[in-house]
């Protein structure tokens, strides 16, 4: 997976922490906010405000597990989350069965 965009400042500092989510199979093929269609396997994400094309590095904070997602769509529309990932993503992070969890946000050094 290729990140277009890295902003200046990646590294070590969290830009933000809350919950995740992700979705799934039901939203194959939709179009994201970008314009692209949504593939659940590849590793992407959506945030409220970050570019498109951003790279960032999720961690679950409950076990320490990280993925590299690439900023392609808008959201999470549910109050209280932080960003949604792609099921890929959530698989790579050990949370598709709860469907969320603690994360840190790190822009991708």
Known sequence: MACAHVPPGGGDEPIGEGIASYYGTALRGSRTASGER????ELTAAHPS???GTCL????????R???VRVNDRGPFVKGRIVDVSEAAARALHFLRRGVARVRLFLCA
Do not use: I, T
Not at 38 to 41: A, H, L, S
Not at 57 to 64: D, L, S
């Open 57 to 64: 590095r999720v961690q679950n904070a409950e076990n320490g």
């Open 50 to 52: 970050l570019a498109f």
């Open 38 to 41: 949504f593939d659940p396997e």
């Open 66 to 68: 990280s993925v590299r």
